[in-house]
């Protein structure tokens, strides 16, 4: 189970940390992403990090604003979200999927959190 947290109401040029905390066992053994779906548009991977934490990818709407980490002791995931933009409005997911030790996968990701509302404002 993913519960994603953080989200909020945030001004132009604003700053918010998402968490997702996974219950269960063998976090370390599921890669983790990041997806953002705005009103009226599909579903997007914002990013993903290897299981272990070496790799990571980004949209490129997003790349030197957004990072991702991890910390497997507490089995959460992080998604820091720095000078954000109306445009990255959105309700954001987090997703898990099972994946060999540096794989960063960009789809097919088999387990979803409930999602929470980030909304920036102009």
């Known amino acids: 189970q993913l519960q994603a947290s953080g989200g909020g109401l945030v001004r132009t040029g604003g700053s918010l940390r998402l968490s997702c905390a996974a219950s269960g066992r063998a976090f370390n053994t599921y890669a983790m992403g990041w997806f953002r779906q705005a009103l009226g548009k599909e579903r997007e991977l914002v990013a993903a990090i290897s299981r272990g934490g070496g790799n990571t990818k980004y949209a490129d709407s997003v790349k030197g604003r957004f990072t991702i980490s991890r910390d497997n002791a507490k089995n959460t995931v992080y998604l820091q979200m720095n000078l954000l933009k109306p445009e990255d409005t959105a309700v954001y997911y987090c997703?898990?999927?099972?994946?060999?030790?540096?794989?960063?996968?960009?789809?097919?990701?088999?387990?979803w959190g409930q999602g929470t509302l980030v909304t920036v404002s102009s």
């Open positions: 997703a898990a999927e099972k994946a060999i030790l540096s794989h960063v996968p960009v789809t097919g990701y088999d387990y």
